[in-house]
């Protein structure tokens, strides 16, 4: 496991790589110093909105958790309206945040565990919950201003041009390795990926972890909202739709097995950075938006391919 798991990661870090070097090809002046940064910027967004992501996919049981783009959304207005541009109003704000995209992430695995609907439906069914909540709170009028705090947290340059968000990045990834590999938790979610009924005999509170992995999932939607906000300083109806299908092929990318039981946050991360490399390479050239999504689906058809390989050698 801990083979695949490495060389996966270091694949996608090498593909990264490759594009830079293709984009450099292409257009002259793509791998500058600017450039780098702020795809690098980009990634971070998007691998932290993917944190929970892994852990659902992690978790098996066909695990995807369709819910995040919407719970970013939300985060993002629930600090964006309650805090109307005050840094004091912040902490209280992140907590409430965080707490509706725990819940959210709660009422997912509940319905997922005790009423036994699929991870799919269920989510998918949560997302037009919470869309039709967002519009019947704002009335699909976004009235505040985002936190000094946030923005200059994430927006603002350290050392060298270097913005915040990218060592909060690599902190929450050393938080998440720790909580995967070092702690009972992330021994018991691997091993419900793995074998359900195996873990279940083990002792295993199987219903438990799951329930415990989509509230996480949840609540770390929610936090990737928050971030978003830092960077983008308003709020979009559909601000965090545009994380929801990448999310998933940065988990995949980064040789997270969708059956389970196999992966990691450090692959994640990878993952999420050559999904950017490879968005940024087609806005250089040119290609329309409906025609990079389409990219995004075949990258993930064809992942979803190997994937089934690699589910078959594991039976």
């Known amino acids: 496991m801990r083979r695949i798991h490495i060389s996966s990661a270091l694949s ?10 293709l984009g450099g090809i292409l257009h002259p002046g793509f791998a500058n110093y600017g450039l780098v940064i702020n795809i690098l910027r980009l990634a971070a967004f998007l691998g932290i909105v993917a944190i929970g992501q892994t852990l659902v996919i992690i978790s098996g049981g066909e695990g995807i958790d369709l819910s995040v783009g919407a719970v970013v959304t939300l985060g993002a207005i629930i600090i964006y309206r309650f805090t109307n541009g005050h840094n004091e109003l912040f902490l209280p704000a992140l907590l409430l ?14 319905g ?9 439906v269920m989510t998918l069914g949560m ?20 936190p000094p705090f946030i923005t200059d947290l994430v927006s603002g340059s350290l050392i060298l041009g270097i913005p915040g968000v990218l060592p909060l990045w690599i902190i929450i990834g050393l938080g998440t390795w720790l909580l995967l ?34 509230t996480l999932s949840g609540l770390l939607a929610a936090l990737g909202g928050v971030i978003l906000l830092g960077y ?37 991360m990878a993952g999420a950075l050559v999904l950017t490399v490879l968005t940024s390479l087609l806005t ?25 390989r690699q589910r078959r050698l594991r039976a």
């Open 12 to 21: 996608a870090l090498l593909l990264a790589v490759v594009l830079f070097v």
């Open 97 to 110: 945040a965080l707490g509706v995209g725990a819940l959210i992430g709660l009422i997912n695995g509940i």
């Open 112 to 120: 997922v565990t005790a009423l036994r609907i699929p991870p799919l």
């Open 127 to 146: 997302t037009g919950v919470v869309q039709g909540l967002i519009l019947a709170v704002t009335q699909g009028q976004m009235i505040g201003d985002a």
């Open 181 to 214: 590999e070092r702690t009972r938790y992330g021994k018991h979610l691997f091993a419900i990926g793995v074998n359900r009924a195996t873990a279940l005999l083990s002792g295993v509170r199987v219903s438990l972890v799951v329930v415990l992995t989509y």
């Open 232 to 268: 983008t300083h308003r709020v979009f109806l559909n601000l965090g739709e545009q994380y929801t299908l990448p999310s998933v092929a940065a988990v995949v990318v980064g040789g997270t097995l969708l059956a389970g039981g196999v992966g990691g946050y450090g692959g994640t």
């Open 284 to 308: 250089t050239v040119q290609l329309p938006e409906a025609l990079r999504m389409i990219v995004y689906g075949v990258v993930l058809l064809l992942l979803l391919a190997v994937y089934g």
